[in-house]
């Protein structure tokens, strides 16, 4: 990034700026999808979270107050219960593993940038070289008047 100002240290800043927006503005285009990923798995994990957690005491609560019961309609609920904390726990577990897959997917899509020389206040102007403008208006202005008197000379004689 190269900035051309009369100040040099309002140069210096602009293209330290410019540096900064443009490489937030592309590790934002590029991970975003993945951010957005993470943040939907993110509430997903927290609500299955909170599933597994009250199947959970679903089942350990019914346990205690049924630890006798032979009866089928108590194995029945139980299993049925068991069945609902496993599954939670599996959905639990999976989007627990997607989750930590996505961060990892936004470190990996997340650009990185090397600056090869800082941003700093330059100690010589870059430009205009009026030396060279000088010089060379000169030598043109030279010219011209050597084709103009030759022009005048060359109408006395015609």
Same mark, same amino acid.
């Given at each position: 990034v190269v900035a051309v100002?009369? %100040?040099p240290v @309002?140069?210096? #800043? @602009?293209?330290r700026l410019s540096l900064e927006y443009l490489t %937030? +503005?592309? #590790? !934002? +285009?590029? #991970?975003e999808k993945a951010r957005q990923q993470v943040t939907f798995l993110a509430g997903q994990v927290s609500e299955s979270n909170s599933k597994y957690q009250a199947s959970e005491y679903a089942l350990s609560n019914y346990r %205690?107050? !049924?630890r006798n019961l032979f009866l089928n309609t108590a194995k029945i609920e139980e299993q049925r219960l068991q069945a609902d904390y496993l599954l939670n726990q599996s959905v639990y577990n999976e989007l627990s593993k997607q989750f930590a897959q996505a961060k990892i997917k936004v470190q990996e899509e997340t &650009?990185?940038?090397? @600056?090869?020389? &800082?941003a700093t206040v330059p100690l010589r102007k870059s430009g205009p070289k009026r030396t060279i403008i000088v010089l060379g208006f000169a030598v043109l202005g030279g010219i011209l008047g050597l084709v103009y008197a030759l022009f005048r000379r060359w109408r006395r004689v015609v």
């Open positions: 100002e009369p %100040d @309002v140069a210096a #800043t @602009v293209a %937030d +503005y592309i #590790t !934002n +285009y590029r #991970t %205690d107050k !049924n &650009p990185v940038f090397k @600056v090869l020389e &800082p």
